[in-house]
T-cell receptor, first 111, second 114 residues
Framework: QKEVEQDPGPLSVPEGAIVSLNCTYSNSAFQYFMWYRQYSRKGPELLMYTYSSGNKEDGRFTAQVDKSSKYISLFIRDSQPSDSATYLCAMSPGGYNKLIFGAGTRLAVHP | EPEVTQTPSHQVTQMGQEVILRCVPISNHLYFYWYRQILGQKVEFLVSFYNNEISEKSEIFDDQFSVERPDGSNFTLKIRSTKLEDSAMYFC????????????FGSGTRLTVV
């Protein structure tokens, strides 16, 4: 079983739709959970980070962590064409340095 | 907004040659990292660096790789004898603290080994 699993998509939605992106993981030691956005040939850009379980909201973005199910989600409300990118989940045990990334989900928002 | 700067943006090198990838992390950050992403694959951890020494490294980071912080601002990744499979995007990142605040990544250096 892979440590972090993420459906690579692609996911195509109309402008204004609610987008749901998800990752599952197997390592129960993960404590820190992040979502990054990556445009083509660019570095990952941090969108959201959460510690342990719960929800976090920032503008149109909501991150959810369910540690009991080892499942994290990112919701994007009122999606815009500028949201078209690859979304990477990443997680860390905390106290360790490295992030473990998912494969990334490619999202296309069409006008 | 503070950013991590990487140079060059693209480097082409011949197999067996040495390359040095350069990074200027955010000035008040204490932890520095190198990650790489082979085309179409996941972002993979290579090495982390704190207090002028390596704090963790992956299996990928073998004897061909080294990192250095030669002065107060630069952070470099050296590949001694490049192989075709080293072709990838290499990302430098920095953070204020371990894990908890996410990392700021640079735009990457695309390394092509021919």
């Amino acid at each position: 079983q892979k440590e972090v699993e993420q459906d690579p998509g692609p996911l195509s939605v109309p402008e204004g739709a609610i987008v749901s992106l998800n990752c599952t993981y197997s390592n129960s030691a993960f404590q820190y959970f992040m979502w990054y956005r990556q445009y083509s040939r660019k570095g990952p850009e941090l969108l959201m980070y959460t510690y342990s379980s719960g929800n976090k909201e920032d503008g149109r973005f909501t991150a959810q962590v369910d540690k009991s199910s080892k499942y994290i989600s990112l919701f994007i409300r009122d999606s815009q064409p500028s949201d078209s990118a690859t979304y990477l989940c990443a997680m860390s045990p905390g106290g360790y340095n490295k992030l473990i990334f998912g494969a990334g989900t490619r999202l296309a928002v069409h006008p | 907004e503070p950013e991590v700067t990487q140079t060059p943006s693209h480097q082409v090198t011949q197999m067996g040659q040495e390359v040095i990838l350069r990074c200027v992390p955010i000035s008040n950050h204490l932890y520095f990292y190198w990650y790489r992403q082979i085309l179409g694959q996941k972002v993979e951890f290579l090495v982390s660096f704190y207090n002028n020494e390596i704090s963790e490294k992956s299996e990928i980071f073998d004897d061909q790789f080294s990192v250095e912080r030669p002065d107060g601002s630069n952070f470099t990744l050296k590949i001694r004898s490049t192989k075709l499979e080293d072709s990838a995007m290499y990302f430098c990142a920095s953070s204020e603290a371990v894990g908890s605040y996410g990392y700021t990544f640079g735009s990457g250096t695309r390394l092509t080994v021919v």
